[in-house]
């Protein structure tokens, strides 16, 4: 045992300057993960003819803002973690972001400029200054705030699960429907196949843009939707071309939707996230129509496209193939209504969904309170608000109810919150310990 006062402090100063670095290494490693999501987000090339002119003062979509609020989070986080100051983290946050915006200009295809970026991007960098800031105090939080934080989480889990489940809704405004029908024209990369029938709901649609549905389109569809089509495949696309759909009489809004982009083919059905801004479920079988390819195509395909339950199905048929993919639209796939990309395979979207539920059920989890009988209080309000979120909520809204995988990431998500928040209180005790160890030494 050490009864040297002077090694005992070295050996103190010692384990600070580890756990500095540590946190400075940290900081660095989420810097550069950040930095990296923001290159692939945003300075890859598009098509040229998703590109329009400087939006320096337009009104920006609200899953633009949160997007680019929440890209810039990790890289503020990481950037103060690092040792950087507080102005400092954000002054090269907004540089960066100043950057990426004057590239888009010019340099970047596809992308469109907006000063609004800039600023929902400082904002993101602000919000992660902050959380690394206070992030002690977030991990060790004492009764009263572990409380206060607890019923915040909970409310906000409620709150996510009770939107998702209504914006999942089919939403069919009044008025004529429009069919669209194969379109082409010059100058762009439309669907170059050939349409031969196309029937919904029982429905056969005609042939022309021009061509409305008679009487008022909420009352003609219902929210179960069934797609039949076939056609003649045709050559990849670098754009996205529908196939056959069904719009308003203005053709501004998109109800029902089969298209092509590359060699996919993507089903979608309007509902109140598209509505309100957000973007709206696909499903998407990849590389189906590759091979439209051939110079000259001869293989008929037959694709089955529905909303039926709750859940979204597309499969298609042809003398080479036969696939087909779902997607349920419970509360959990809501993450989708900010994804930025609409190329999610079937089985990426279950994964993700999972990984989505998990993450919000985490800090519910972790500021539960550690020792009965709080704990056992704290794990039913969980249960009661679980299953409000992915059972009464969805049964009101008519979308699906929460599928056994977000019932099996929930009880996961719950225990790794819990099971973290005794490691950190394992810890605690044995830094609380080291002092006294050495003083018992000194004695």
Not at 297 to 325: F, H, N, W, Y
Not at 369 to 387: C, K, M, N, Q, T
Request: charged letters at 15%; a neutral charge; aromatic letters at 6%.
């Amino acid at each position: 045992m050490d009864r040297n006062p002077a090694r005992t402090h070295v050996r103190a100063v010692h384990d600070c300057r580890s756990r500095s670095t540590t946190q400075r290494v940290l900081g660095c490693l989420i810097t550069a993960a950040g930095l990296g999501f923001i290159a692939a987000t945003t300075m890859v090339p598009l098509a040229p003819g998703n590109q329009g002119p400087p939006s320096w003062f337009g009104n920006p979509s609200i899953p633009d803002i949160l997007r680019n609020v929440l890209l810039y989070v990790p890289f503020g986080f990481g950037l103060r973690q690092g040792g950087l100051r507080s102005r400092s983290a954000i002054l090269i946050a907004v540089a960066l972001s100043a950057i990426v915006e004057i590239a888009q200009l010019g340099l970047i295809t596809g992308r469109n400029a907006s000063m609004m970026d800039v600023t929902s991007n400082t904002l993101g960098a602000a919000a992660g200054v902050s959380l690394a800031t206070h992030w002690h105090t977030l991990l060790h939080p004492g009764a009263r705030l572990r409380s206060h934080l607890f019923a915040s989480a909970t409310s906000a889990l409620l709150a996510i699960l009770v939107a998702s489940a209504f914006g999942l809704r089919v939403s069919l405004p009044p008025g004529q429907y429009r069919v669209q029908w194969a379109p082409q024209g010059v100058g762009h990369d439309w669907f170059h196949g050939e349409l031969l029938a196309a029937f919904v709901s029982g429905t056969s649609l005609r042939g022309g843009m021009s061509n409305p549905i008679e009487g008022r389109g909420a009352m003609w569809l219902s929210r179960d939707i069934a797609l039949l089509a076939r056609f003649v495949p045709g050559k990849a696309l670098s754009e996205e071309s529908t196939i056959v759909g069904i719009g308003d009489s203005t053709d501004e809004i998109e109800i029902v939707e089969l298209d092509q982009e590359r060699s996919d083919l993507r089903f979608r059905v309007r509902t109140l996230t598209g509505r309100v801004g957000l973007e709206v479920p696909t499903v998407v079988l990849e590389d189906v129509l590759a091979s439209g390819n051939r110079p000259q195509p001869t293989d008929t395909m037959v694709v089955t496209a529905a909303l039926t339950a709750a859940q979204l199905s597309l499969s298609v048929r042809g003398k080479t193939i036969a696939e087909a993919a779902d997607i349920a639209l419970s509360p959990s796939v809501a993450w989708l209504a900010l994804s930025p990309w609409s190329r999610w395979k079937a089985g990426t979207i279950r994964l993700i969904s999972a990984v989505w539920i998990m993450v919000l059920v985490f800090p519910l989890g972790f500021w539960s309170a550690g020792e009965p009988p709080s704990a056992y209080r704290d794990l039913a309000v969980v249960a009661f608000a679980l299953v409000i979120g992915l059972v009464a909520s969805p049964s009101l809204a008519g979308t699906h109810l929460g599928t056994w995988m977000d019932w099996i990431a929930c009880v996961i998500g719950c225990a790794l919150g819990m099971g973290a928040q005794r490691l950190l209180a394992v810890h605690d005790e044995s830094e609380r310990a080291a002092p006294t160890a050495v003083l018992g030494a000194r004695v």
